[in-house]
C-alpha cells in the first residue's frame, strides 16, 4: 500500500478537512482574517496548510508542529505570495513582461524560488496570468499584460521557473496559475466586480495562458473571486472540473483564492457556509484558503447530502500527493535549512538590476535627449518618487523590507559623482498640498537637465486598486506643468520617470517631456537599473506589453480588436471613430525606443503555399542606423483576412531579438507551425481553413509600420 493509501485509512474527518485547509499566519493580511491561534489545530491536524509565513525560523517551527506533534505526522504545505521575488525584488510582472524574453523570465522566477525555499516555503501563489485591457483595474500590474499568446509564454516561463525540473528539489515551489479565469474583464475595471464576456473571448483571450500552464506542468491553479456569467469560479464545475481537469487533464491542487468560498454566500449562490462548500467541493475545489467553510461546512454537507465522502478523499488524495511530490513527507526540514551565501545575494541583486534595466520602456527620446551627456554638471532630481526607496517595490513585495532598495536619487548620485545632483521632491504621492512646487521649479532654472520622477504609489496597483483617473494622482500633474513650463522657458531639457502599475494616461506629459520612461515599479535595484538608462550604460529594450490609451474613454483599448463593418474613415461621418479623441492609441502594444535606430527590411516569407503540416520560415532584416548599439526586439502578427469567423486585425504569435552596432544589418529569424494559424470556428472548435493569411513582422502593433506578406493556406491532403 502506498503511504498515501495507508494515510488515508487511519485519517479521520477532521483530519481530512484539516488537509483541506489553509489558513493565514499573521504576516501579511491580504483579506479578511480568521482570528486566533493556529498552532492547537496544526498539532490536532485540523489546518493542514498555511499562507502568508515567512522567515526560517517560524516555518521551522510551524512544520515542526505538523510533523513532530501531530497524530499523523503530515506535514504542512507553506505558501506565500512570492509575485515579484521574495526578500529581493524584481520588477512587477507588468514591467517584466516588457523584455520579451522567456529565458529571463524563468530565471527570475528561479531566483525568486530559491530564496523562497531558502525560508522553507514550499509554494507561491503566481504567477498571475489574467490577461488584462482594462488599466482601470489594479491587478494589471500583476499580470502579463493584454495579449493571449503573450499570457501562455509567460506562463510557461513562470512555471518551469518556479518549479524547476524536480518538485522535490530543496529549492522547488509549487506554483499556482492564479486566477481562473477572466479576472481582468471585471465589469469597469472595478476589483471583484461582475465578469460577463462572450465563451469565445474567455476561450481566446483569457484561457489559454492557464492552458500553458497546465501543459508546463503546474502544480496548482486558483479559481478568481469572480463570477462568470452568473457562476462564480471557485463554483464553476464547467471551467474546474470540465475544462482544467476534463480536457486539459490537470491532476494537481485548485486552491481557493483567499475567503472566496465563504463569498460564494454574498455571490447570491449558497444560503451558508454549508451550501457554499459544497458548491466549492462539487466543482472541484481541494484546499480552503481562509474562508473554513470546509472544516465547518463540509459535515454539515455531508449530513445533508450535498456532497459525498468520495469526493472528499478525492481532494485529499490530491493534497497529500503534492505534498509527496514536493518531498516533504520524506524531508519535511529540506527546505529552510541553508541560508543563502552573500555571494548568492549580491548576485541576485546583480540579476534585479540588470532585469530592471531591460524592463524599462523608452516611450519618447526628442532630439537624442537620451542618454544624459557626460558632460552634466547639475542635474535635478525632483518629484515625489525621485527619493521613495520603499515605493520601488511595487505592490506585492512579498517578505521584502522597507529599507534597502535603490532609489533613483541615490542611484544617480553612484553613477555620477563627478556632478551635483540635486533633490527636491515639490509635491507628495497624493497630498493635496502644493507649498513645496515653487522650491522645485527654482531649482531647474539653474541645472543642466531635470529628472522628473512622477506616478503612482505602490499601493494605488494590486488587489483592491482599481481607479477611476488614470492621471498623476494627488497634486503631481499641477507640479509637473509647472516644472515643464519653466524648463521650456530656461530650455532645460525635462526627462520624465513615470512609475506605475499600468499604463496611465498623460499625454499632455508626454506631449510636453523631452524624454519619457515607463518605469513601472522595478523593484529592489529599481535606481540603479534606471540609472543605467539615463546614463547610457544600458540601451533600453523595453517594450509596453500593454497599449497606451490617450483618453481614458478609449478603454479598453487593446491591438487584437476585430474589423469593424465600417473602418474610421476621417471623411465618413458614420465610421467606428470618437467625434473628440482619434481611435489610435497614445502608444502601441509593442512601442518601446531605445538608443538605436532599426530599419526593416526585406521580408521572406516561406513556403507561399502552406499546408497545414509546414512550419512557415519568417525572415527580415534589420539595420540599425542610429549612432548607439542596441537591441531591437521583432514581432511576428498575422491576420486572416477572409474566414468563416472575423479574425482579429492582429494576433501575436512571435517575437525575438536582435543586437546591433551602428550601421550593421543582421537577419532574424522566426518559424511559425502553420498548425498556430487554426482558430475557433463558429462552433468554437478548431478549425484550420484554406485561405490567404498576412504575415506582419516589424517593431510593434502599429500596422503602418509592418511590413506584410501573404501565404495561401490549404490541407496537406483535401479533406
Ligand atoms: C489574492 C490572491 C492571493 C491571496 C493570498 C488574495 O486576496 O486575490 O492573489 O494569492 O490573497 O494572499
Redesign the pocket.
Known sequence: MSRIDTLMGKMTLAEKLGQLTMA?SSY????PIIAGDSTDAIKAGTIGNL??MVGAAHVRQMQRLAVEESRLGIPLLI???I?HGHRILFPVPLGEASLFDPETWALTARESAMEAAAEGLAMT??P?LDVARDPRWG?SA?GPGEDPWLGARIAEAKVRGFQGADLAAADALAA?A??YCA?GAVTAGRDYASVDISARTLREVHMPAFEAAVAAGVAAV?P??TDLAGIPMTANKELLRGWLRGRWGFKGVIVS????IAELINHGIAADLAEAAAHALNAGVDID??ADAYRHGLPIALERGLVAMAQIDESVRRVLTLKEQLGLFDHPYRRGTTPESNATLTQRRRLARAVGARAIVMLKNDKETLPLPASLRRLAVIGPLADAPAEMRGP?WGAADTEGHVSVLSGLRAMLPHSQVLYVPGVAIESEDVSGIAAAVDLCATVDAIVLCVGEAAVMSG??ASRAHLDLPGKQREFAEAVLERARASAKPVIAILFSGRPLVVPWLVESADAVLAAWFLGSEAGNSISDVLTGRVSPSGRTPVTWARAEGQIPIFFGERPSGRPANPKDHFTSKYLDVANEPLFPFGHGLTYGLFVYSNLRVTPADVEDIDTIQIRVDVRNVGARAAQETVFLFTHDKLASVARPLLELKGFTKIDLRPGETGSVSLSLPATELRFLGPELEPVFEPGEVEILVGPCADRSRLLVGTIRLSWSRPC
Not at 483564492?257 to 472566496?260: H, K, L, Q, V
Open positions: 493565514a501579511t493580511v491580504t483579506g499562507l502568508n505558501g506565500l505570495d509575485v501563489f503566481a498571475m491587478r500583476e499556482v492564479k486566477h479576472y486558483m478568481a473571486f483564492d483567499y475567503n472566496a484558503m481562509m506585492w488587489e483592491a
